[in-house]
């Protein structure tokens, strides 16, 4: 995390909500078979715990139930040049970013709280992607059953949360504005409603 704490602005509750918003981890964990990190969409389950899954055959996956992890999740980010700045003087390019690190123990979920964690993801995800959102009562059952089998699932109860918005808060108005004015011009609307949402 960013060491400057002008950056560090949200308690635990909006890190955890931001880490919901965001929805994909990069997983990572030391292992006997060395470091490994995976990648997967997550869901919340209560205040403190998080839940994904990842195919059987991951290389990760044997090595999960009972590992320390931590789940690293970033959201919007840019660079920043110096030329958005007024002026633009002695200053140098920069990256704004928003990141969210949980960290705790992996447990392996029963099947039940897998279809659980199944089910949810596309209850969250699914809404306005087509008139009638995909829910597992379309599948057949014994195909979706055959396809269960083959991914594992496993919750986090999250430990400690650590979080940085790097917005530019640590500049004056006039600089944040011409950046968020260069994040619109440029593209990167996400960043920039970031910025403006602060």
């Not at 980010?77 to 002026?87: A, K, M, S």
């Not at 596309?122 to 809404?127: I, K, R, S």
């Amino acid at each position: 995390m960013h060491a400057n704490r002008a950056f560090h602005d949200l308690d635990d509750e909006q890190a955890m909500a931001l880490a919901e918003r965001i929805a994909f981890a990069h997983i990572f964990a030391s292992t006997q078979a060395g470091p490994m990190v995976a990648h997967a969409p997550i869901v919340r389950d209560g205040e403190r715990a998080f839940r994904f899954h990842l195919a059987r055959g991951n290389r990760m996956t044997a090595h999960l139930d009972g590992a320390t992890v931590l789940l690293s999740l970033t959201g919007p980010h840019g660079y920043v040049t110096p030329n958005w700045y007024d002026p633009p003087g002695d200053q140098v390019p920069t990256w704004n970013y928003l990141a969210v690190e949980l960290d705790g123990i992996a447990r392996l979920m029963p099947d039940e709280a897998l279809i659980k964690q199944l089910d949810r993801l596309a209850e969250l995800h699914e809404p306005g992607l087509s008139p009638v959102p995909w829910t597992r009562g379309k599948m057949d059952p014994a195909k979706f059953d055959a396809m269960r089998k083959a991914i594992r699932g496993f919750e986090v109860e999250v430990s400690a949360v650590r979080v940085t918005r790097k917005l530019s808060q640590n500049k004056p108005a006039e600089d944040i504005a011409g950046v968020i004015a260069g994040l619109w011009a440029s593209g990167n609307h996400r960043l920039a409603e970031a910025m403006q949402s602060l």
